[in-house]
């Protein structure tokens, strides 16, 4: 019986190891390296660097804007302050809590001040379910052209311009949402208006 038993395990705790090499460890690194060679830049995070070389951010996660010269995010529910990648996450509140339509209301009452007898988009009141989400729609932007314009001290016109520049479409017209990445629009725009 000892016999049969050895005999049984012996295949089962080869077969066990080689797995986990192969899938463990071979494939891994075999799917990293093509990732290397074939799309680098994405491999490694879609990190944006500025002029210097400094690593500024990721054209993935999206950050926090709230100064007036720049064009701000969804809300975030990632982590306490927002935007925390290591606490990618909804706030898995409902439609029926009071938190919910509190933070709502409160983000909808500056957006109308900000932009009076403008219908405010609803990506900038709602948070994406990662609590990251880079991107806004291009009405989502174009609400927040006159703030920005005014903040920096130059036409309006110009700073929609911008928008429209940046406004990445849907794949073979069809696949996915017309979008605007957030920090790839604010920092076109400080090239063609320096902060102030």
Do not use: C, W
Not at 10 to 33: E, H, M, S
Not at 116 to 144: I, K, Y
């Amino acid at each position: 019986m000892f016999k049969d038993l050895t005999s049984s395990l012996r295949p089962a705790l080869v077969l066990t190891l080689l797995f986990a090499a192969l899938l463990g460890l071979v494939y891994p690194a075999a799917i990293t390296g093509i990732g290397q060679i074939i799309a680098p830049a994405a491999a490694n995070g879609s990190l944006i660097k500025e002029a210097k070389g400094n690593v500024i951010g990721s054209a993935l996660i999206g950050q926090a804007f709230a100064s007036d010269a720049y064009f701000h995010g969804r809300p975030s529910a990632a982590g306490k302050n927002g935007y925390d990648a290591t606490a990618s996450s909804g706030s898995n509140l409902g439609p029926t809590s009071q938190a919910l339509v509190d933070r709502v209301k409160t983000d909808l009452a500056a957006a109308k001040a900000s932009a009076p007898g403008n219908n405010v988009p609803a990506d900038l009141v709602t948070a994406s379910a990662s609590g990251l989400d880079p991107d806004l729609s291009p009405e989502a932007a174009l609400f927040q052209a006159a703030r920005v314009a005014k903040a920096r001290g130059v036409a309006s016109d110009k700073v929609k311009a911008l928008v429209a520049d940046n406004t990445a479409y849907p794949l073979l017209g069809f696949i996915g949402e017309p979008r605007v990445n957030v920090l790839a629009l604010n920092l076109a725009l400080d090239r063609i208006a320096p902060r102030p």
